[in-house]
């Protein structure tokens, strides 16, 4: 056998190939083969019978006879699970030591024990001793020890510490003898020849760059490789990692095959490779030299980095003078900057083609404008109206709306609600006057509401205009209740209850002390609503939120830019009546028996619609042709 | 007097306006800024006035005990100046958050009651002709029209399955029709809009011809 350390599951031995399992009885016996597979089949070892163990006087005698007849080349069998090199350099001393351990006995009382062995034990003795140390390390493996006191010689500040125990070991035994420098010649000599040649000379210290003159140097220059490597692992904690035997753990000895080929080998210390050996991408990647802060590099004065000059160099990189610096192009750059001056160079695309003369443009728009003020203006100055000879009125939705008016009994209550500003009020208004006039003719009380800030100021100016033509008193037959907030939820909350408590008019007078207002609990009680609104918008807001909460009967006048949304809640019959726009107050004036400002108007309104029509048809002929010559 | 000044300064408005027809003037900007701070400035003296003085301040310093749940609607107003400081905003969320849940729920239940369903309820109409043939045409237009503007924002791909393949064709031709509806409808609008700005050109040409010039009767 080889004594090679080989894996417990180890049949034969890795190195030499002898069986490391002994061979029992009844192992030949091959159990029947699995049949369909065909992977080797492990022998099933029967369990093996337990040798007893020797006995103490046994080992003792044992022990005692190999002392006695060979104590040098005497190897005992825990050495076999050693390395070669550390059995053949250690032999005597650990044999030495080993016997020690066995025999527990001091030295007094060991009878064939050499005078250099007595002395080196006294030397021993006298050593400090430190028993928590002690008492720990005599758990630890020798290994262990081994590095623990390397690394302790490391430190100078620190005395060198021998280990006092009784189970000294070869180690501290070379340790004690290498400490003493000024050991006389004389105790020298007596020494053993295997003790002389584990004391390094100078020269050989100094070689190994250990310090010159340092026992404790000379020490580890003994030490073996792998111990070594444990003292300079020991020394970078943060770069160990797992896979490295720590103390306390399991060594290396004792670990299976598998996990010491994991482990870190022992290799030598990592030398700086030649410059030539090193990848030009690897050499990019060394960091810069730190640069040592400058005089001129400003210093803090303030926070934790008080004190410190050159923390924060930005400023001072930013406060410096950059010189210019040339920049050289690449060559692809050359060549693409070449590219790109040909490209500018060539003479230009054809040019797109305009569809409009920006001169015939400022051209045609100011005479569409006077175009239509030509329009606008001169049918006030023609003394016939072609616009009411031709209109019609039977039929209408004016003439539906004049009649839903007309059946309202007199003295009921219509609820006017204003919902347009001055933008619309051209229309709008001539709408108002002439509903509102119908209303009062017929008696009928009115209050005036608005969701707009601006419509109640025009519902002030519509009802007092009416008002002063057909008698009618505030309070009494009319109130202008003035703007109502909240948009949706005013609206919903007025259909619903009707004004708050505490409800003023236009003319900040309580509506629940005047006597038209006094009995209005909510917006059922009125007969009719009729809206007069400027967009479609106020329309939706009174016929989503009051019309279909209340189930109120509303009619509206709104602008032409609203009609095409009123006429929706006219086909569903959401709204019991519409009329709309200039149209709308022409026919409704010629209803109402009261020629107004809205026939004067409807004359421009036609003029101004043929223009328009002219001018729409002119613009899609000269389109046309302009196109047709495009193609051609 | 008061009315000559008021004519006079409507005139010279209505002309600092018109002159927006020879390009973005200075007049014309001069004319739109003293419209938009006349009307801004009168809308906040009547939310002032008229809403937070005489409907909530107003009965609460008067009668306390009677107006009490006015306080309500006061500290939901306080709280709204919360949002002037990025610290304190989230205390403003809280009156946001009421008039964006009263608003939207007035809004849709609203548009539902309102708009939707009865409008939806008016295309179920009669198409027989038996009443009257132009009722039963219109009525028939307003189905057709109807239909075809809803398939018109139809966006499927053509399947493969014969049967749903003609019904995918009688979809695109039905469709195709109703894109005119939506374009007649959108030309109505059209005109209608061009018609109301055209009357108050003509409203403000009669202003000027007839209360400020008075060279029309």
């Given at each position: 056998?080889?004594?090679?350390?080989?894996?417990?599951?180890?049949?034969?031995?890795?190195?030499?190939?002898?069986?490391?399992?002994?061979?029992?009885?009844?192992?030949?016996?091959?159990?029947?083969?699995?049949?369909?597979?065909?992977?080797?089949?492990?022998?099933?070892?029967?369990?093996?019978?337990?040798?007893?163990?020797?006995?103490?006087?046994?080992?003792?005698?044992?022990?005692?006879?190999?002392?006695?007849?060979?104590?040098?080349?005497?190897?005992?069998?825990?050495?076999?699970?050693?390395?070669?090199?550390?059995?053949?350099?250690?032999?005597?001393?650990?044999?030495?030591?080993?016997?020690?351990?066995?025999?527990?006995?001091?030295?007094?009382?060991?009878?064939?024990?050499?005078?250099?062995?007595?002395?080196?034990?006294?030397?021993?003795?006298?050593?400090?001793?430190?028993?928590?140390?002690?008492?720990?390390?005599?758990?630890?493996?020798?290994?262990?020890?081994?590095?623990?006191?390397?690394?302790?010689?490391?430190?100078?500040?620190?005395?060198?510490?021998?280990?006092?125990?009784?189970?000294?070991?070869?180690?501290?035994?070379?340790?004690?003898?290498?400490?003493?420098?000024?050991?006389?010649?004389?105790?020298?000599?007596?020494?053993?020849?295997?003790?002389?040649?584990?004391?390094?000379?100078?020269?050989?210290?100094?070689?190994?760059?250990?310090?010159?003159?340092?026992?404790?140097?000379?020490?580890?220059?003994?030490?073996?490789?792998?111990?070594?490597?444990?003292?300079?692992?020991?020394?970078?904690?943060?770069?160990?990692?797992?896979?490295?035997?720590?103390?306390?753990?399991?060594?290396?000895?004792?670990?299976?095959?598998?996990?010491?080929?994991?482990?870190?080998?022992?290799?030598?210390?990592?030398?700086?490779?030649?410059?030539?050996?090193?990848?030009?991408?690897?050499?990019?990647?060394?960091?810069?030299?730190?640069?040592?802060?400058?005089?001129?590099?400003?210093?803090?004065?303030?926070?934790?980095?008080?004190?410190?000059?050159?923390?924060?160099?930005?400023?001072?990189?930013?406060?410096?003078?950059?010189?210019?610096?040339?920049?050289?192009?690449?060559?692809?750059?050359?060549?693409?900057?070449?590219?790109?001056?040909?490209?500018?160079?060539?003479?230009?695309?054809?040019?797109?083609?305009?569809?409009?003369?920006?001169?015939?443009?400022?051209?045609?728009?100011?005479?569409?404008?006077?175009?239509?003020?030509?329009?606008?203006?001169?049918?006030?100055?023609?003394?016939?109206?072609?616009?009411?000879?031709?209109?019609?009125?039977?039929?209408?939705?004016?003439?539906?709306?004049?009649?839903?008016?007309?059946?309202?009994?007199?003295?009921?209550?219509?609820?006017?609600?204003?919902?347009?500003?001055?933008?619309?009020?051209?229309?709008?208004?001539?709408?108002?006057h002439?509903?509102t006039r119908?209303?009062m003719q017929?008696?009928?009380?009115?209050?005036?509401?608005?969701?707009?800030?601006?419509?109640?100021?025009?519902?002030?100016?519509?009802l007092q205009s009416a008002a002063a033509a057909s008698n009618y008193?505030?309070?009494?037959?009319?109130?202008?209740?003035?703007?109502?907030?909240?948009?949706?939820?005013?609206?919903?909350?007025?259909?619903?209850?009707?004004?708050?408590?505490?409800?003023?008019?236009?003319?900040?007078?309580?509506?629940?002390?005047?006597?038209?207002?006094?009995?209005?609990?909510?917006?059922?009680?009125?007969?009719?609503?009729?809206?007069?609104?400027?967009?479609?918008?106020?329309?939706?807001?009174?016929?989503?939120?009051?019309?279909?909460?209340?189930?109120?009967?509303?009619?509206?006048?709104?602008?032409?830019?609203?009609?095409?949304?009123?006429?929706?809640?006219?086909?569903?019959?959401?709204?019991?009546?519409?009329?709309?726009?200039?149209?709308?107050?022409?026919?409704?004036?010629?209803?109402?028996?009261q020629?107004g400002?809205?026939?004067?108007?409807?004359?421009?309104?036609?003029?101004?619609?043929?223009?328009?029509?002219?001018?729409?048809?002119?613009?899609?002929?000269?389109?046309?042709?302009?196109?047709?010559?495009?193609?051609? | 007097?008061?009315?000559?000044?008021?004519?006079?300064?409507?005139?010279?408005?209505?002309?600092?306006?018109?002159?927006?027809?020879?390009?973005?003037?200075?007049?014309?900007?001069?004319?739109?800024?003293?419209?938009?701070?006349?009307?801004?400035?009168?809308?906040?003296?009547?939310?002032?006035?008229?809403?937070?003085?005489?409907?909530?301040?107003?009965?609460?310093?008067?009668?306390?005990?009677?107006?009490?749940?006015?306080?309500?609607?006061?500290?939901?107003?306080?709280?709204?100046?919360?949002?002037?400081?990025?610290?304190?905003?989230?205390?403003?969320?809280?009156?946001?958050?009421?008039?964006?849940?009263?608003?939207?729920?007035?809004?849709?239940?609203?548009?539902?009651?309102?708009?939707?369903?009865?409008?939806?309820?008016?295309?179920?109409?009669?198409?027989?002709?038996?009443?009257?043939?132009?009722?039963?045409?219109?009525?028939?237009?307003?189905?057709?029209?109807?239909?075809?503007?809803?398939?018109?924002?139809?966006?499927?791909?053509?399947?493969?399955?014969?049967?749903?393949?003609?019904?995918?064709?009688?979809?695109?031709?039905?469709?195709?029709?109703?894109?005119?509806?939506?374009?007649?409808?959108?030309?109505?609008?059209?005109?209608?809009?061009?018609?109301?700005?055209?009357?108050?050109?003509?409203?403000?040409?009669?202003?000027?011809?007839?209360?400020?010039?008075?060279?029309?009767?």
């Open positions: 056998m080889c004594s090679t350390p080989n894996s417990t599951d180890s049949v034969f031995c890795n190195n030499c190939g002898a069986r490391v399992v002994p061979l029992l009885a009844g192992e030949d016996r091959v159990p029947p083969p699995i049949k369909g597979l065909s992977l080797p089949v492990k022998p099933v070892t029967p369990p093996a019978e337990i040798a007893p163990a020797p006995r103490a006087e046994e080992s003792q005698d044992w022990l005692a006879n190999l002392r006695a007849a060979a104590p040098v080349q005497d190897t005992p069998e825990s050495l076999d699970e050693l390395p070669d090199w550390l059995r053949e350099a250690n032999a005597p001393a650990d044999a030495d030591a080993r016997s020690q351990e066995t025999q527990s006995a001091p030295a007094e009382q060991v009878p064939e024990d050499d005078s250099w062995m007595r002395e080196l034990r006294q030397k021993a003795a006298v050593e400090p001793v430190t028993p928590a140390v002690e008492e720990t390390e005599a758990d630890e493996p020798s290994w262990i020890r081994d590095a623990r006191r390397a690394a302790t010689a490391e430190s100078p500040s620190e005395p060198a510490r021998a280990d006092a125990s009784p189970e000294m070991d070869w180690i501290a035994h070379a340790r004690d003898v290498t400490a003493t420098p000024a050991t006389p010649a004389g105790e020298t000599e007596n020494d053993p020849a295997w003790l002389e040649n584990l004391r390094p000379t100078r020269a050989e210290i100094v070689t190994r760059g250990e310090i010159a003159g340092d026992a404790e140097g000379a020490f580890n220059d003994e030490i073996p490789d792998w111990l070594s490597d444990a003292e300079r692992a020991r020394a970078i904690p943060e770069t160990r990692d797992f896979l490295t035997p720590r103390a306390g753990e399991t060594p290396a000895e004792e670990t299976p095959e598998w996990l010491r080929m994991a482990m870190p080998s022992a290799s030598p210390p990592l030398e700086p490779a030649a410059a030539s050996e090193i990848p030009a991408w690897v050499a990019q990647l060394k960091p810069l030299p730190a640069t040592p802060p400058s005089a001129g590099e400003p210093v803090e004065m303030s926070g934790p980095l008080a004190g410190l000059r050159g923390i924060l160099p930005l400023a001072h990189a930013l406060a410096q003078v950059h010189p210019r610096v040339a920049l050289r192009a690449r060559s692809n750059g050359a060549t693409g900057a070449q590219v790109f001056e040909s490209i500018l160079a060539a003479p230009a695309a054809a040019e797109l083609p305009r569809s409009i003369p920006r001169r015939v443009a400022l051209t045609l728009r100011p005479v569409i404008f006077i175009l239509l003020l030509l329009a606008v203006t001169i049918p006030f100055f023609l003394p016939a109206n072609f616009a009411s000879a031709n209109l019609r009125i039977s039929g209408t939705l004016a003439a539906e709306f004049f009649d839903t008016v007309q059946t309202l009994p007199a003295n009921s209550t219509v609820l006017l609600a204003f919902e347009y500003d001055a933008s619309v009020a051209g229309e709008m208004d001539l709408l108002a002439a509903i119908q209303l017929r008696r009928v009380k009115i209050v005036a509401i608005s969701t707009l800030e601006a419509g109640a100021p025009i519902a002030q100016r519509v008193r505030v309070g009494v037959d009319y109130v202008n209740a003035g703007f109502l907030a909240g948009q949706e939820a005013g609206v919903a909350q007025f259909a619903a209850s009707g004004w708050g408590a505490n409800a003023v008019d236009f003319e900040r007078r309580a509506l629940r002390q005047l006597p038209l207002t006094a009995n209005l609990k909510s917006a059922r009680d009125f007969a009719l609503v009729i809206e007069f609104a400027g967009s479609d918008d106020a329309l939706k807001l009174w016929m989503e939120q009051a019309q279909a909460r209340a189930n109120l009967r509303v009619a509206a006048a709104t602008s032409a830019a609203a009609e095409p949304k009123a006429r929706a809640y006219k086909d569903a019959k959401q709204l019991i009546a519409l009329v709309s726009g200039l149209t709308g107050a022409a026919q409704y004036e010629v209803l109402s028996n020629p400002q809205a026939i004067v108007r409807l004359n421009a309104q036609s003029a101004a619609m043929m223009a328009l029509v002219l001018i729409v048809v002119l613009g899609n002929v000269a389109y046309v042709i302009a196109r047709v010559r495009g193609k051609a | 007097m008061s009315e000559l000044i008021g004519i006079w300064v409507g005139a010279i408005l209505t002309l600092l306006v018109f002159s927006y027809l020879l390009g973005d003037t200075p007049l014309f900007r001069i004319a739109q800024a003293i419209f938009v701070g006349v009307a801004v400035g009168y809308a906040v003296n009547v939310a002032a006035y008229s809403v937070l003085w005489e409907k909530l301040i107003g009965p609460l310093a008067q009668d306390p005990e009677q107006f009490w749940p006015l306080f309500v609607p006061l500290a939901l107003g306080l709280m709204l100046f919360f949002k002037l400081r990025a610290a304190w905003s989230p205390l403003g969320n809280l009156p946001i958050a009421f008039l964006f849940g009263v608003g939207a729920a007035l809004a849709i239940g609203g548009a539902l009651s309102g708009a939707l369903v009865p409008q939806l309820a008016a295309t179920v109409v009669s198409l027989s002709p038996t009443r009257s043939v132009e009722s039963a045409i219109n009525n028939g237009l307003l189905v057709i029209g109807t239909i075809g503007a809803l398939l018109s924002f139809r966006f499927l791909a053509q399947p493969q399955k014969p049967l749903a393949r003609a019904a995918d064709t009688l979809a695109r031709g039905w469709s195709y029709f109703g894109r005119w509806f939506v374009l007649i409808a959108f030309g109505a609008i059209f005109a209608s809009v061009a018609v109301s700005r055209v009357s108050a050109l003509i409203d403000q040409m009669y202003f000027l011809l007839h209360d400020w010039l008075q060279v029309v009767r």
